[in-house]
């Protein structure tokens, strides 16, 4: 007897169900990771706009430097231009240079004042000497020739007395004396020139030529009544060359220093209207 044994139809329908299936549905395509390429593309991306923005950065400090720098050169020349025409524009206030690198120059610093700031009688305190400064300097002179510190100071109020302020009246002084001298010295000698023998016939009146060329170098202006104490003093100055060069002391290179402390004791008090602070 033979057995006949048959599929179950039901595994056959599976199986060519699983068939059909893998045959509709394609196989998925795998994951294709990021490329080197375009890791590097955006690498250099950011590189390039950061490089971009570091440079607008630095152009525009560059440019803000630059406009600084040119705000300051400016200012620098409208201060020079202001100094230079303070005589024309009295109204400009110029903005002063650092006093700490003017007082280490120690420049002479003189300004020139228009009339109508000379004739104001607000008292104010300078940064620097003025014409009138020295003006007053040489109408000081025919009361004292060797003023002390205290005097200077009392007689220019009006000064912020610095090292270099000091320094230039002492030497305005200086020059003060030196002309006195040499004018003293040459009128000494033109005196032995024409025959003087006799020192007491040397005089100083306001019509001698000594006298006009003091004046004229002191006074120029001619607005001033010089003292009669003065005419004294230059006197006993002329007296003092002539009877030095008469006796040859002029041989010796400091024959003039024994004339010089004769000289500095015969000051005078200044008066008060140089130490009045609308004396100005």
């Not at 009138?132 to 300097?137: P, V």
């Amino acid at each position: 007897m033979s057995l006949v044994v048959q599929k179950s139809p039901q595994k056959t329908s599976d199986k060519f169900a699983q068939q059909s299936n893998l045959r509709a549905c394609p196989h998925p395509k795998p994951l294709v990771p990021f490329s080197v390429d375009s890791d590097q593309q955006s690498e250099e991306n950011q590189d390039t706009v950061h490089q971009h923005v570091l440079r607008r950065l630095r152009d525009e400090s560059s440019k803000a430097r630059f406009e600084s720098f040119g705000m300051r050169w400016n200012s620098a020349k409208v201060r020079s231009k202001v100094n230079s025409r303070s005589v024309r524009s009295p109204q400009t206030d110029g903005v002063a240079l650092d006093s700490v690198l003017m007082e280490n120059l120690c420049l002479p610093h003189i300004k020139i004042e228009p009339d109508s700031l000379l004739k104001n009688n607000v008292y104010m305190v300078n940064e620097g000497l003025t014409t009138n400064h020295l003006k007053k300097a040489k109408l000081m002179f025919f009361y004292t020739r060797y003023p002390s510190s205290l005097v200077l100071k009392m007689c220019f109020h009006d000064v912020e007395f610095t090292r270099c302020i000091t320094s230039q009246l002492i030497k305005w002084f200086s020059n003060f004396r030196e002309f006195y001298y040499i004018q003293m010295e040459k009128f000494a000698r033109h005196a032995l020139i024409e025959g003087v023998t006799d020192v007491r016939g040397l005089t100083v009146g306001r019509e001698s030529e000594l006298f006009r060329a003091l004046n004229m170098h002191f006074n120029k202006a001619n607005d001033f009544q010089v003292p009669d104490r003065f005419l004294e003093v230059a006197v006993i100055t002329l007296k003092e060359f002539y009877v030095a060069i008469s006796l040859g002391k002029d041989r010796d290179p400091s024959w003039k220093k024994a004339i010089y402390k004769v000289i500095c004791k015969l000051d005078s008090d200044v008066p008060a209207e140089f130490k009045s602070h609308h004396s100005e």
